[in-house]
T-cell receptor, first 114, second 109 residues
Framework: DVKVTQSSRYLVKRTGEKVFLECVQD?????MFWYRQDPGLGLRLIYF???????EKGDIPEGYSVSREKKERFSLILESASTNQTSMYLC?????????????FGDGTRLSIL | DAKTTQPNSMESNEEEPVHLPCNHS???????IHWYRQLPSQGPEYVIH???SNVNNRMASLAIAEDRKSSTLILHRATLRDAAVYYC??????????FGGGTRLMVKP
């Protein structure tokens, strides 16, 4: 089975801090994604990557950046954390570039910014 | 990008079939319809996907309308473990998913 592992289940940080959320997948998938999930808003795509060192903006990239130095690892960076970035963050991966491929999700990181 | 509309919540009795509807009236010809579900404290889990024809797998069936503007996820016999939020999504050519608010399914024993 595909395993997508997010480094922390819960994280508490302070306003203004630089925050790193890490995600690793073990199935050699080309595509990786970062979403945030908020009550009433569903999942919203922040950034995604089709290949190493490649990134594309999703629907809500403001205040975030990403890094993909290795195929299996995709990092989400909050440059200067703010309270409105308190949320559940979900990482996902999928194989190839085919449009029919399902995404495999990690269990999420619940981030609180104080 | 195509958007999806689902009822906020539905109830079912255990052991009975459940039909979860989804509208995606702005879907384009090459968009796949995917369904995911999310159990409490977990990330979303893939359930099923299709393009035009109805699909079956071990978890569920997917019925797609002829005009592709709506679809229905069918759980043939609901169990307590099927209680979750079910998301209907549209997977476009960029392999991006557009998630709506989902349907919270409650299963009564």
């Amino acid at each position: 089975d595909v395993k997508v592992t997010q480094s922390s289940r819960y994280l508490v940080k302070r306003t203004g801090e630089k925050v790193f959320l890490e995600c690793v997948q073990d199935m050699d998938h080309e595509n990786m994604f970062w979403y945030r999930q908020d009550p009433g808003l569903g999942l919203r795509l922040i950034y995604f990557s089709y290949d190493v060192k490649m990134k594309e903006k999703g629907d809500i990239p403001e205040g975030y950046s990403v890094s993909r130095e290795k195929k299996e690892r995709f990092s989400l960076i909050l440059e200067s954390a703010s309270t409105n970035q308190t949320s559940m963050y979900l990482c996902a991966s999928s194989p190839g570039t085919g449009i029919r491929q399902p995404q495999h999700f990690g269990d999420g990181t619940r981030l609180s910014i104080l | 990008d195509a958007k999806t509309t689902q009822p906020n919540s539905m109830e079912s009795n255990e052991e009975e079939p459940v039909h979860l509807p989804c509208n995606h009236s702005t879907i384009s010809g090459t968009d796949y319809i995917h369904w995911y579900r999310q159990l409490p404290s977990q990330g979303p889990e893939y359930v099923i996907h299709g393009l035009t024809s109805n699909v079956n797998n071990r978890m569920a069936s997917l019925a797609i309308a002829e005009d592709r503007k709506s679809s229905t996820l069918i759980l043939h016999r609901a169990t307590l473990r099927d209680a979750a939020v079910y998301y209907c999504t549209v997977n476009n050519a960029g392999n991006m998913l557009t998630f709506g608010g989902g349907t919270r399914l409650m299963v009564k024993p």
